[in-house]
């Protein structure tokens, strides 16, 4: 094959980079769309998809398919324009994020000096999309919705970023590769475990990084019991499940960017530098999908376990108790460089390690052992054949009936 001109294989390259980063985060949604449902599932005792696909893994393609031959409908008081060009935004804003976002060392769409910098302000024009979204739909439900998001997206915006210059410290750089290498060896390497100030920096960077993606319990710009649907109450067909697609995208570029920052990005937490460049490259993708996967269910977690939060208190969380804690957490770490002795710094580094390995094994445990001892059936998520009807069935369910209506 003959050598292109270079402004075309500058082009082609950026053509093959854009090809496969909304390949993967089409993918992404795909699956995780359909993990959701059995996650939720799996909670509330239900099975989930079953029966489109092995396991139910082709719902999420009947729906899409639904989605696309709906009618593209816009309503008569909607602003047409800025209607169809909101949902078209909040995809971008996510694809933007994900072309700073490296998956392993030398395998990122475009290389930024600053990346981690120019992912948060990616990700964070998407709260544009939906607040246009609202404003265009003619709807005081979507304004609502749309206004809400706007003031809880750029208030946790400043305790994330706060938490992001934790590890920036750490590093020196704002190179999101640079920063993963530095990573690279036993996990007690990783930057979550270099102090307490970063342990709980990550912990506030997730929480707060789901907050920016609208996720329960911070999906107040939805709301469904209070806005009917919020932003997006005036989408339907396609144009609505671009905002559900930027929406997983969203989730899957910030557990990569949590991952990177204080889970050591692609290392897998014991060395590699024995193995093939090729095997290790491909490892490296492997785990940082692996921890991307494990954010977002642990987001799924979050949202089928705890209640929506009022507005009110939606806010006071983040500027009442996130802002100054990240503001400390800026403020201890860069004393820790200064005031703590090596030797100390290493010892609270392998002990913090080794509790949060002991916690996460006694997690699974009692996960398995829970599992272990659910009641099979309906009740446990695995299907049971119904009782046939038979005459003594009736008889026995009359006699129910009556019995609860002497009691009542």
Request: proline letters at 6%.
């Given at each position: ?12 390259r ?13 993918l ?24 489109v ?12 398919i ?11 008081v ?10 078209t ?12 976002l ?20 990616a ?35 400043v ?21 993963a290498?530095?990573q690279a ?12 100030f970063?342990?709980?920096?990550g ?69 590699t ?21 494990a954010g ?6 979050l949202?089928?376990s705890?209640?929506?939060?009022r ?21 201890g770490?860069?004393?820790?460089q ?5 030797a ?33 059936g ?8 119904p009782k ?8 026995d369910?009359?006699?129910?009936k ?7």
């Open positions: 094959m003959p050598d292109l001109p270079p402004d075309l294989a500058i082009l082609a950026a053509l093959v980079a854009a090809a496969v980063l909304v390949s993967f985060i089409g992404a949604a795909f699956l995780f769309i359909w993990a959701e449902r059995k996650v939720s599932a799996r909670m509330q005792d239900r099975l989930g998809p079953t029966r696909g092995p396991f139910g893994l082709l719902q999420s393609l009947a729906d899409g639904k989605l696309v031959t709906k009618e593209d409908f816009a309503p008569d909607a602003d047409k324009l800025l209607f169809r060009l909101a949902p935004l909040g995809f971008c804003a996510t694809f933007c994020g994900f072309l700073a490296p998956f392993a060392s030398g395998l990122v769409g475009h290389p930024v000096g600053v990346a981690a910098f120019f992912v948060l302000a990700l964070s024009a998407e709260v544009f999309a939906v607040l246009l979204a609202g404003y265009a739909s003619g709807s005081k439900w979507a304004l609502y919705g749309g206004i809400r998001e706007a003031a809880q997206v750029v208030s946790y915006e305790p994330r970023g706060l938490c992001v210059v934790v590890p920036v410290c750490l590093a020196g750089t704002l190179d999101l590769t640079q920063i290498d530095q060896g036993g996990f007690w390497r990783w930057n979550a475990f270099h102090d307490p970063t342990f709980v920096a912990l506030v960077f997730f929480v707060t990084a789901t907050a920016s993606c609208k996720r329960a319990p911070f999906d107040n710009a939805e709301a469904e019991s209070e806005l009917v649907a919020g932003f997006h109450t005036e989408y339907s067909g396609i144009r609505w499940s671009y905002f559900f697609l930027a929406e997983y995208g969203s989730m899957v570029a910030v557990s990569g960017l949590c991952g990177i920052l204080f889970l050591g990005g692609w290392h897998p937490g014991f060395p530098d024995s193995l093939p460049p090729l095997v290790a490259t491909a490892l490296g993708v492997a785990v940082f999908v692996g921890k991307c996967t977002v269910l642990v987001m799924m977690w949202r089928w705890l209640p929506r939060l507005i009110d208190q939606v806010m006071t969380v983040c500027l009442k108790y996130f802002l100054p804690v990240a503001c400390g957490l800026v403020v770490v860069c004393g820790w200064l005031l703590v002795p090596a100390v710094g290493e010892v609270v580094r392998y002990v913090l390690a080794g509790l949060t390995a002991v916690g996460l094994l006694g997690l699974a445990a009692s996960v398995l052992v829970a599992d272990a001892g659910a009641p099979r309906n009740a446990g998520g695995v299907w049971a054949e046939p009807f038979t005459a003594e069935g009736a008889e369910a009359e006699e129910g009556k019995q609860s209506s002497i009691q009542f």
